[in-house]
């Protein structure tokens, strides 16, 4: 059986023809009109106007707006300036000539080349954090190692990822690995009644650990090594830091642990991660 059709439609309802060159270009859009066409919106399209981006457009006797062609081939391209990361304070200043228009293309395709990077960089340390379980307050890499770490050593370990490189902060995860587990027990257990007998036997402990960790990673007795920030920066603050963290029993058992490894003349110098 043949489907039923549709009736032939009169004359006046049929679809009108596609326009041409010319034909009903008397009148231009409205704002409302523009914005749709364009894809915006009538606050972007006042917005662009009061900031200098988009021309006004002529007005009729009974103050509409009338916007032509150019007006939105002009919003069409903003929008996608924009879309492509591109600031309207760039695009105010980068004009119509190709060439400062080439020029401001390259700048943001180089700090979008930097922004993926920094992203990949972030969605690295993620998984880091995420696969070894790290607390958020140490550096990624150091979930197995955070359970030895008290509150005080979180903190300092966290302002030594600032001017450590990779590889000795790697180096640092290892010195935790190695220390004897009783041994930060019992400098964290220290307080102001410690007697000075356990201050000395805990400060020969210490002295022992640090001399391991200079044989073991020779870089520390240079001032320079895999550091990303000047030498008396870094001991300025390192030196601050531990007076900041550790109460004075922790801070006197660093000291004599310096004077044991290094003599009289270095005892208030921080020379490694533990000092």
Request: aromatic letters at 6%; zero cysteines; charged letters at 30%.
């Amino acid at each position: 059986m043949t489907p039923p059709t549709d009736p032939e439609p009169a004359p006046d309802d049929r679809a009108p023809a596609p326009p041409f060159p010319g034909a009903g270009a008397t009148t231009g859009w409205s704002t409302r009109e523009l914005a749709e066409m364009a894809g915006t919106t009538v606050n972007t399209v006042r917005h662009y106007h009061r900031i200098g981006l988009l021309d006004e457009p002529e007005r009729l006797g009974n103050g509409y707006k009338q916007y032509r062609a150019r007006h939105l081939a002009r919003l069409v391209r903003i929008r996608r300036l924009r879309e492509l990361g591109l600031p309207l304070t760039r695009v105010e200043r980068m004009g119509d000539r190709p060439g400062t228009v080439a020029d401001s293309l390259r700048v943001l395709d180089a700090e979008l080349a930097a922004g993926i990077e920094r992203l990949q960089r972030a969605r690295a340390e993620l998984a880091a954090l995420l696969r070894d379980r790290t607390p958020i307050d140490v550096p990624a890499g150091f979930g197995p190692v955070a359970g030895r770490l008290g509150e005080a050593d979180r903190a300092l370990l966290a302002i030594y990822s600032t001017f450590y490189d990779e590889r000795a902060l790697g180096d640092i995860r290892r010195m935790i690995e190695a220390e004897p587990a009783d041994l930060d027990r019992e400098f964290d257990a220290l307080g102001p009644d410690t007697d000075e007998e356990t201050r000395e036997r805990l400060a020969e402990r210490v002295a022992r650990a640090l001399a391991g960790h200079r044989e073991a990673f020779p870089w520390l007795a240079e001032q320079g090594a895999h550091r990303t920030k000047p030498w008396s920066e870094v001991a300025r603050t390192a030196a601050r830091s531990l007076h900041d963290l550790y109460g004075e029993a922790q801070r006197d058992v660093l000291r004599r642990a310096v004077l044991h490894l290094y003599g009289e003349a270095a005892a208030g110098r921080p020379g490694d991660p533990r000092e």
